[in-house]
């Protein structure tokens, strides 16, 4: 490609709304232009990378067995009453009626007609295992969209879809997407982790987030760095950190601590290290009696090592709270315990209330905790002694240091953007749906499926937030919108140049490399700095002042000060060997 | 490709609300699957098709200059206000509000929203020419979707706008297009038409349809066997056939002709000739008084040699018709001529009534109409003597043998299906969304647009309906979704047939052939009628006895009935050379 023959739309300085660094160098290099809240056209440099991205995911989803096939995006609402997404999805389901006053939805996913199609066209065991993907537009009416295509309204994505006889199958599918992912992440030169993830109202164990590493992430992952453990710090396991209870040496006390709300407060008052304060969180479970109305809920109180944070998704799995819960409004904690929240503690309370204790919590003695009286604390607390023994579970997040559940070394935390998960979904959608097969007694048995997504669009954004700079964008080889660019010094006028830079351009597309000739005679330095900003990965500058030497200078983005001069005529294999 | 890790899904019946053969066909062939009323799921041996097309397209715009780029399907109504066809455009144009109740649009086509990037983008006359292309899936909310993916409501289109300094450049990039698409079409394997086509409000005469000749199709082309000529029936212009006025022989007489409201009847009565008769075509066009209240409609009458039909496009054009009409109704034909229509002429009307002859129709003398009074016409009648010389204008359909306006041969009718519209645009849009750009002297230019839509997924359907017989689909070679189809005998039982089919595969796939091998152990007659269906071109049967003779058996899709025996090791020459 000439640069004169292409489209190239840069700016220096990024829109006031741009909230994020890879949509705001986006923007600038000319990948992408807003058209609408979280609604973006793919200029021509953006769509290239969108498209590098698909091929690869293309080619290994080909490889892993699975068919590309291609869904409507407009679908109609029965199957999606049909599946009680209708009404539980939320306001992000863009509904519409049609000019005939039918209903129907922009697909912001689509297990509701692969099922559908899966009902109908698998009718037999001898068509299982099948798996079927699309690379498509999706739209979900996000309420406030923010960072670009990262979380727009409308994005790419490739959603698969795989069908089995029975679990041990589809466990065996959702095996061979997780190692076609590695693949794909891999090819697609991202620094990625695959992250044990919460599989919500499902169950089992088997669903994996891709993390792109990146601290402007949204999500907290766990992992050590001496073993394979990942998780998202949602599941990730939070051992007791401590080895044994000690034995009671204080007596229980009541001490005042006006104006103390928070445990770092109350210790610091007291002279005591946050490790000997215990936390209270109190939750609600709604409860309804025979007739459906609601009634009181049920009080839950949970108790964490001051220094130690609540994990909800810990806290749901509960018995009592794994149909729902909320915090506990003020009112409802001042009725259950008598006191305003900030002084609360798990002496002396009622019998409705339940309470748990995470796993290091219950391992403490002597501790301080609120007298449930405002204004006061009680000091040298113990279990058992001082009050029941409590629930135990683990409820709190894991912490750097703690000890990796795989026992191979300390978690370490780091920052992720999601772009891919697999989730093994069992039966839901094919019950709710009726998809059956008949197996080789001609009975009729539920299909068992998992489902595959991959954020293209937003990969864009998670590669710009893992790879850039001060002066732009710093693309992986796979994804640039480019891979080389020839910067001619004169290209009109010196001859020399021209031909150099010509013959080199032709020689390197000849070669199969993705190559830009700018052929735009702009002044040296703005056009490296929009180079730089777009994130070539490769930069060969053609000048008279080299040329005489028979060089060219060549210099690496990621290492873009480094200037390094090569032969000519050994620029190709150059280029072809970095 | 093998055919067990594919999704080959083919039906022997297709259902009964497939309206036209390539539908019937595509369904059956398992290329599509319906979803809703126009809403199509694309399935793997479908999109393979699909994709075909959408490749030879891509690469014959780059090849032109094109620059692909993506346009959000979703576009807010801000910009189609601007333009005016938020209220224009009919319920086709899919409108919704989004959750904060914000009007957005499903695009059925991207003028506004292209016409936006290019204000924003273009600002120097230095950036021009540029042409600008998409690939995508697009929704027109058809009241009654019909034929397929012909007149689908979810469709893919490729939609590609140029933008000029001005007409001479913009036509300049029109005449590329028109050469990019016969490429394409060619490419496509398709026989075909470039046929001028009306310019609607635009004006001027530059624009094309690209039309796929078919029985079945719904437009109807115009053509000259031996010149280049071809013209939308809409736009061709239909000569005089009479090469002289005679004078006048008769005395104008009125005849009786009781219950004769059609010419045929008429001219069947009194023994004479249909081309004798005059046929009439009354017309209203709305009038306002300077209230911008409804006034009495200006009521025009055509008058038609009686075998000759009116070409409503062209009385379009009248100065009294150009703002709009629809025939009169038989209130206003009552009002206007005090006879209902059956019986009427323009002999001795009011004053008020324009009166246009076709160029045949004002060359006719002692010519038979009706006489304005019911159950009479009048014989005899003569322009000048009997009445006076009317307005002129060509405003017939042509016929076949109408002589070519190009004066080299005479004219024929086929039908055809439109693929690709080429359309000069002006600057409709660009003065509307006032896009402008700079130019050498810094004065602001409105923009020069040319707009160039081709169906993708319609030209499946179009392609099916030029090339299908009894047994199914013959693809063109570019557009089939395997090329080669081989069929082994007892694959799984003949060690010899699985390892000479194996390695033909193998060969034929190293030599870059689109080839699928079926290895799902069909009965043949099964698996050849299910390949006729799905219309590979070329299949290869590999079976013991031809091994035994070193040989395999070859046929052509299109003369399935003709098979040839071919050495097993020259097979795939035979094939790379056919």
Redesign the interface.
């Known amino acids: 490609m000439r640069a004169r023959?292409?489209?190239i739309?840069t700016l220096k300085e990024a829109p006031a709304d741009a909230d994020i660094v890879s949509q705001q160098l986006m923007i600038r290099a000319g990948m992408i232009?807003k058209?609408?809240a979280g609604?973006?056209?793919?200029?021509?440099m953006g769509?290239r990378s969108?498209r590098k991205i698909e091929n690869i995911i293309r080619e290994e989803m080909n490889r892993a067995?699975a068919?590309?096939?291609?869904?409507?995006?407009?679908?109609?609402a029965e199957l999606w009453q049909e599946s009680g997404r209708w009404e539980k999805y939320g306001?992000?389901l863009?509904r519409?009626k049609?000019?005939h006053q039918?209903d129907?939805v922009?697909q912001p996913t689509s297990e509701e007609?692969i099922t559908?199609?899966a009902r109908?066209?698998i009718r037999s065991w001898r068509q299982l295992p099948?798996n079927?993907y699309q690379i498509?537009?999706k739209?979900r009416?996000e309420?406030r969209p923010r960072f670009g295509v990262m979380r727009g309204?409308?994005f790419t994505m490739k959603d698969g879809y795989s069908f089995d006889r029975d679990q041990q199958g589809a466990l065996k599918s959702y095996d061979k997407m997780y190692a076609a992912y590695q693949r794909i992440f891999t090819r697609l030169g991202l620094t990625f982790r695959a992250v044990a993830a919460d599989t919500g109202s499902i169950g089992g164990d088997r669903s994996h987030e891709f993390q792109v590493i990146a601290d402007t992430g949204e999500d907290l992952i766990a992992y050590c760095p001496d073993s394979d453990f990942a998780a998202n710090i949602e599941l990730a396991p939070a051992p007791c950190v401590i080895e044994k209870r000690e034995e009671p040496k204080e007596a229980m006390q009541k001490v005042p601590t006006p104006g103390r709300e928070k445990c770092e407060a109350v210790v610091e008052l007291l002279g005591r290290e946050l490790t000997s304060s215990m936390k209270s969180v109190v939750l609600a479970a709604e409860r309804f009696n025979e007739k459906g109305e609601a009634v009181e809920p049920q009080i839950v109180m949970i108790l964490l090592r001051a220094d130690h944070d609540l994990n909800e998704v810990k806290a749901g799995k509960l018995p009592e709270l794994k149909d729902g819960f909320r915090f506990a409004t003020d009112a409802e904690i001042i009725k259950a315990f008598g006191c305003k929240p900030g002084y609360l503690g798990p002496v002396g309370i009622k019998s409705d209330i339940v309470v748990y204790a995470d796993l290091t919590a219950a391992k403490m003695s002597d501790f301080i905790c609120g007298a449930n009286e405002e204004g006061y604390h009680i000091t040298g607390v113990n279990w058992g002694r001082d009050l029941p023994e409590p629930k135990v579970a683990d409820l709190r997040n894991v912490v750097e240091g703690d000890a990796s559940p795989d026992g191979k070394g300390t978690i370490r935390l780091q920052r992720g953007i999601e772009v891919g998960h697999v989730f093994y979904l069992g039966t839901k959608y094919s019950q709710a749906l009726n998809a059956t097969y008949l197996d080789e007694n001609g009975k009729p048995q539920v299909l068992e499926m998992g489902c595959y997504g991959i954020g293209v669009s937003r990969l864009l954004g998670a590669a710009i937030e893992q790879g850039h700079d001060e002066q732009g964008i710093i693309w992986p080889e796979s994804i640039a919108p480019f891979t080389t660019v020839i910067c001619p010094m004169n290209y009109s006028k010196s001859e020399m140049v021209r031909e150099a830079a010509d013959k080199i351009y032709e020689d390197l597309k000849a070669a199969g490399v993705d190559v830009i000739l700018d052929d735009r005679e702009m002044r040296p330095g703005v056009m490296f700095a929009e180079w730089e900003l777009i994130g070539v990965p490769h930069r060969i500058v053609v000048g008279e002042r080299g040329l005489k030497n028979g060089e060219v200078e060549y210099a690496y983005r990621r290492t873009i000060k480094e200037k390094q001069m090569v032969k000519t005529e050994a620029i190709v294999d150059f280029i072809l060997n970095r």
């Not at 609604?39 to 021509?44: A, D, E, L, N």
């Not at 068919?67 to 109609?76: A, G, N, S, T």
């Open positions: 023959s292409f489209f739309s232009k058209l609408a609604v973006y056209t793919y200029m021509p769509l969108l067995g068919i590309e096939l291609l869904l409507p995006m407009v679908q109609p306001p992000e863009l519409f049609d000019r039918r129907f922009i007609v559908d199609f109908q066209e099948v079927l498509q537009t739209f009416d309420r309204r409308e």
